[in-house]
Each structure stands twice: as C-alpha cells, then as structure tokens.
T-cell receptor, first 113, second 115 residues
Framework: SQQGEEDPQALSIQEGENATMNCSYK?????LQWYRQNSGRGLVHLIL?????REKHSGRLRVTLDTSKKSSSLLITASRAADTASYFC?????????????FGAGTRLAVHP | EAGVAQSPRYKIIEKRQSVAFWCNPI?????LYWYQQILGQGPKLLIQ????????DSQLPKDRFSAERLKGVDSTLKIQPAKLEDSAVYLC?????????????FGSGTRLTVV
C-alpha cells in the first residue's frame, strides 16, 4: 500500500501561474521528499524536508510540512511549460536503521504556454 | 558525476519467459534500491540493499523475483517466470547514506512489456 496521497491527481495551468500540490500521509515520518518525473524518464529529486522542519525553499520551489496534520505541499511559482511533468511525494521512514522511501501516486501537472 | 545506469532500456517478452535487468549505481553509493512502477502509479519498493546485503525485501514476490548485488556495486533483478501483471517500469536508485538524507538518484528505468 502507498503511504502518501497526492491531491489533485491532475492539474492544468497557464504559464506564469503558480502550481500547488498537496500530499497527505498516514504514519510518522523521518523526512518527506518531492520528486519529478518527465514522461518516460526516471525520477529526479527536487527537495527534502526533515520532520523537524516546517518550510524549505529551492529556487522556484517551496515546500511546507505540517507533521500535526500529516501533510505537505509543494508550490511551484511562476510556472513554465518545461515544468510539465508528474510530481511525487515520498515519505521517508526509519526502519531497522535504514531509511525506507514510500511514494504516493503522483500529481500530473500540465503547464500550457 | 555519472548517474545511475540501467539496461536494457526496453524489453518485450512473452509470459512465462524470464528476464533480467542490470543496474550500476553512482560510485560510492552504498545503498541501492529497485522499484516497480506500474503505469499511472507511483513507484513501489521491491528490494533495498546496503552494500551487498538485503535490508528490505518485504514487497518482493519471491516466488518469481530475485535480486542480487555482488561485491556491493552492480545489481541485477530477475523475473522468472514473468506474468502479464509484471508489465511496468523497473527503476533502480542509489543513495550515499542509509539515511537517504541527500535524496535518491534514479536511473532512467527499464520498461518491461509482458505479452
């Protein structure tokens, strides 16, 4: 079973608009990571936020984490057509001394010129 | 630095045949993962290695799937015999530390079609 659930499943916006994707999870985590996947390609690591952090920025990306609500959000500001991809949240949990990363089903983002 | 290398890129086989995938992680990365991604779903962890030892294979269908990581570097994932539901992209990833604190680096994957 998958730990994280992304919302919405699909998002369609115009270039220049902001895109917000949400992720909810069920159990305690060590960290939460966001990945991007272009069609037919591998996943690319975007950003990692630890359980004791509340917000993190990287370029046009902003990630928030609310452990009390077991939720995270990914904001992409000033979107570009090149941002069109699937975005996955992945929850990192320590088990037996090792980090175990479990992915959600993803949000498909389409940015139109 | 070189990325995670996977081969083949695509594979089409008939059901009940066997198939093997190969992965070469980033040099120095001790932890290696195999994920299965069915179309429209997120990746599902099949097996995790720390050096050449298995630390998690709870989701690996052991009656048909096997994996090894000899010498703690390259890894192979084998399916024998394949079923139609094994059609998916098989992703290999590696990380520098077992805590995964710097994120995982993924290969481009092997797309398997079982007919």
């Amino acid at each position: 079973s998958q730990q994280g659930e992304e919302d919405p499943q699909a998002l369609s916006i115009q270039e220049g608009e902001n895109a917000t994707m949400n992720c909810s999870y069920k159990t305690s985590i060590n960290n939460l990571q966001w990945y991007r996947q272009n069609s037919g390609r591998g996943l690319v690591h975007l950003i990692l936020i630890r359980s004791n952090e509340r917000e993190k920025h990287s370029g046009r990306l902003r990630v928030t984490l609310d452990t009390s609500k077991k939720s995270s959000s990914l904001l992409i500001t000033a979107s570009r057509a090149a941002d069109t991809a699937s975005y996955f949240c992945a929850t990192g949990m320590f088990s037996g001394g090792y980090n175990k990363l479990i992915f959600g089903a993803g949000t498909r983002l389409a940015v139109h010129p | 630095e070189a990325g995670v290398a996977q081969s083949p890129r695509y594979k089409i086989i008939e059901k009940r045949q066997s198939v093997a995938f190969w992965c070469n992680p980033i040099s120095g990365h001790a932890t290696l993962y195999w994920y299965q991604q069915i179309l429209g779903q997120g990746p599902k962890l099949l097996i995790q290695f720390q050096n050449n030892g298995v630390v998690d294979d709870s989701q690996l269908p052991k009656d048909r799937f096997s994996a090894e990581r000899l010498k703690g570097v390259d890894s192979t994932l084998k399916i024998q015999p394949a079923k139609l539901e094994d059609s998916a992209v098989y992703l290999c990833a590696s990380s520098l530390s077992r805590s995964g604190g710097s994120g995982y680096t993924f290969g481009s994957g092997t797309r398997l079609t079982v007919v």
